[in-house]
Structure formats: C-alpha cells, structure tokens
C-alpha cells in the first residue's frame, strides 16, 4: 500500500526529472507560473491518505500574480477569474449562500479539506495558455490519477470539461465516483455547468461514507 506522495513521486521520478529539467531552463529567460516554490501546492496541501475529491483542471492561469498551484484558485490578492466566478456562483444557487458569500479566489481552505485541485498541466509561460502542453505533465498527472484510482477507495472524481472528461477511462469506476459537467467558463457554464449542484452531491457522497461533508 502507498500512504504518501514521496512513494508516488519516487515511482515517477524519471519522468518527472525530465520536465522539470525543461522547465527549469525556460525559466532562465521565460516567465514560468506558478513560481518554482508553488509548482506542486496541490500535492502540499492534500496529503494523498487524505484525498476525498479530485478536481481536474487543464493549465495554471497564465498571467502575473495568479497562479498558486491549485486548480482554478489563485492568490488571496488577485481578482477571481471568470471560471472560478462561475464556480462560486453554482455553489451559492447549490447550498442556497449569500451573494456576497466569496470575497477571494483563493482555494486552500478546499484543499486542506481533502479536494486535491489538480491540474493536468502543472505549468505555463507568461500570457501563453497551453505553452506546456507538450512538455510531459500529462503523462505524469495521468499517473496520479491512476494511483489514487488503484489505492484509494470512494474518491469523487469531479470532470468539468471535455479536457477533464478525457481522463475518465483512468478511473476505476467500480471504486469511486465520476462526477460530469460542463467547463465552467463563460463559454460552456450554460451548457450544463449551472444546475449541475455538484457540491451537494459531493458532500452527500462524503455523508454516505462517513466522511466530514466539505465546507465550501
């Protein structure tokens, strides 16, 4: 049985070694998020014994001051982005909060909950989405994936996206739990992100199980 992140990380080490060699390089006349020290937060603030939810996102935000090394959060002194705006939003019709309930971006009290904010790729080069699309994060989160997947029992996988959605098939699901909706970008939150009530069903799960419902 693996009980902590070193294990996961000794396993892909090689792999890991690669990219971060590429990325350290670019670093020397690129603008890279997050910073050297934030690049894996997700993995600093939910041990893997304490996993309860993984959300997927793509790519860190990619301009200054945003990107902390959790999916859709960013830094306390940032403006909230569009997509996390219309997260925040599902949450308040779900739980029936007050308009007014999030004044910050930042998601690390949802991480040290137990919700793992992954994203696919781990890093991104100034006003460039999707710069290091290529550079072997994928492969590397997809094995994350599959060991939580193998090692863990009654995970909710929360997929918003076809992006996400294509991480399915790594997913044992006779184990845990796959929840599927939209993106919530302001280009697809109407197209089945809204009304999805994800975060009621999440903590209902989380009940079933005996699990402390997360305070969102």
Not at 17 to 32: D, E
Not at 55 to 74: C, E, T
Not at 132 to 158: P, Q
Request: with cysteine; glycine share 4%; hydrophobic share 40%.
């Amino acid at each position: 049985m693996i009980f902590n992140w070193k294990d996961l990380f000794y396993k892909e080490k090689n792999k890991l070694f690669k990219i971060l060699h590429r990325v350290n390089k670019k670093r020397l006349s690129t603008m890279i998020f997050p910073s050297k020290e934030n690049v894996f937060n997700a993995f600093y603030y939910t041990p893997f014994h304490k996993i309860k939810i993984v959300i997927i996102g793509q790519d860190p935000y990619h301009q200054r001051n945003q990107a902390n090394g959790l999916s859709f959060s960013v830094n306390y002194n940032c403006k909230i982005p569009p997509s996390l705006k219309n997260i925040y939003k599902e949450i308040i019709n779900d739980l029936l909060l007050p308009k007014n309930y999030y004044d910050h971006g930042c998601l690390y009290h949802w991480a040290h909950q137990g919700v793992l904010l992954l994203n696919s790729i781990l890093t991104v080069e100034l006003g460039k989405p999707k710069s290091h699309i290529l550079y072997g994060w994928s492969d590397f989160t997809d094995a994350i994936i599959y060991y939580i997947s193998k090692y863990l029992d009654n995970i909710i996988f929360v997929l918003w996206g076809k992006y996400a959605q294509q991480k399915s098939y790594i997913i044992n699901h006779n184990r845990h739990y796959v929840l599927c909706a939209a993106h919530p970008s302001p280009y697809s939150a109407n197209l089945g992100f809204f009304g999805c009530r994800h975060f009621s069903e999440i903590n209902k799960i989380l009940l079933l199980h005996n699990k402390i419902p997360i305070f969102w």
